[in-house]
């Protein structure tokens, strides 16, 4: 399916939104799950836009900035992998693989925002120096509408302006190629999650791990909901027993006080 002209703009103007959001890290609205999710329900398919926002939330679960290192967009990945799928009724799986050269293009157009956004600095210490506050603060949301006018022009050309070059290239694919994206896609959220492991993820936290997975994996549910709730439950059991421990260790402490304070050297052999 076509995406129409209204249906271009309105997903650069939520372009905006999340380039702004994403830009402050503010509600964290860029989130792929969030973008994908309203980018499908813009687009008509709100079904595809959940399936890809969890899809795409998973491969970026881990992918967090280290240094000079940027991962690629969330915000382009999640709007191009449900524009992608729904123009060309691949499975997201597929348009996961097809959306990164997107977020990388768009994520190298905010490394070089700044590097650029680096002369402001100087002009912005001048205003404050002479105390014209007005031209400050102008200068400090410059970069920000900047940003959001590139993810909105970014966004729209590739959504509406690209979109048939992109279901010709797609189309034109052979098998085994539509396929190795296929897979690529489907081990995308897998790596992401693994990612997320690799920081988050302590030995003695390692018998939850496996009962959620065991969970998940060989009991049947209609949802994921029940594993959910599971893991909440075990969260809170844990909540509850460490809380209970740092109780009593500083029931501890505050008796080893007392009872230093009740000897003195008097009281000595």
Same mark, same amino acid.
């Given at each position: 399916? !076509?995406?129409?002209?209204?249906? @271009?703009?309105?997903?650069?103007?939520f372009?905006?939104?999340? @380039?702004?959001?994403?830009?402050?890290?503010?509600?964290?609205?860029?989130?792929?799950?969030?973008? +994908?999710?309203?980018t499908?329900?813009?687009?008509g398919?709100?079904?595809l836009?959940?399936?890809?926002?969890?899809l795409?939330? %998973?491969?970026?679960a @881990?992918?967090?900035p280290?240094?000079?290192?940027?991962?690629?967009?969330?915000?382009?990945?999640?709007?191009?992998?449900?524009? /992608?799928?729904?123009?060309?009724? &691949?499975?997201? #799986?597929?348009?996961i693989?097809?959306?990164?050269?997107?977020?990388?293009?768009?994520?190298? /157009?905010?490394?070089? +925002?700044?590097?650029?956004?680096?002369?402001?600095?100087?002009? !912005?210490?001048?205003?404050? =120096?002479?105390?014209?506050?007005?031209?400050?603060g102008?200068?400090?949301l410059?970069?920000?509408v900047?940003?959001?006018?590139l993810?909105?022009?970014?966004?729209?050309?590739?959504?509406?302006? #690209?979109? &048939?070059?992109?279901?010709? %290239?797609?189309?034109?694919?052979?098998?085994?190629l539509?396929? *190795?994206?296929? /897979?690529?896609?489907?081990? %995308?959220?897998?790596?992401?999650? *693994?990612?997320?492991l690799?920081s988050?993820?302590?030995?003695?936290?390692?018998p939850?791990l496996l %009962? @959620?997975?065991? !969970? =998940? +994996?060989?009991?049947?549910?209609?949802?994921l909901?029940?594993?959910?709730?599971?893991g909440?439950?075990?969260a809170w059991?844990?909540?509850?027993r460490?809380?209970?421990e740092?109780?009593?260790?500083?029931?501890?402490? &505050?008796?080893?006080?007392?009872?230093? &304070?009740v000897g *003195?050297?008097?009281?000595?052999?």
């Open positions: 399916m !076509a995406v129409t002209l209204t249906q @271009g703009v309105l997903i650069a103007i372009a905006i939104i999340a @380039g702004i959001d994403f830009w402050l890290e503010g509600f964290y609205i860029f989130r792929p799950m969030i973008v +994908c999710t309203v499908g329900f813009l687009l398919d709100l079904k836009g959940i399936i890809a926002g969890g795409t939330e %998973l491969a970026f @881990g992918l967090t280290v240094g000079g290192t940027q991962p690629p967009n969330p915000i382009m990945a999640g709007i191009m992998t449900v524009v /992608i799928a729904h123009t060309t009724g &691949n499975s997201p #799986a597929t348009a693989g097809l959306s990164l050269p997107f977020s990388i293009l768009m994520q190298y /157009i905010i490394l070089f +925002c700044y590097s650029i956004f680096s002369v402001f600095t100087k002009k !912005a210490d001048e205003y404050v =120096a002479k105390g014209e506050f007005r031209k400050f102008m200068i400090v410059l970069p920000t900047l940003v959001a006018l993810y909105s022009a970014f966004s729209f050309l590739s959504v509406y302006g #690209a979109q &048939n070059l992109m279901k010709t %290239l797609v189309n034109s694919m052979p098998t085994w539509s396929h *190795g994206f296929t /897979i690529a896609g489907g081990i %995308l959220p897998a790596v992401g999650f *693994g990612l997320l690799k988050m993820l302590k030995v003695k936290y390692v939850y %009962l @959620g997975f065991t !969970a =998940a +994996c060989f009991i049947k549910f209609g949802n909901m029940p594993v959910a709730i599971i909440a439950s075990l059991i844990e909540y509850g460490e809380k209970k740092q109780e009593v260790n500083k029931k501890f402490k &505050n008796m080893e006080k007392s009872l230093e &304070n *003195g050297e008097e009281d000595g052999i």
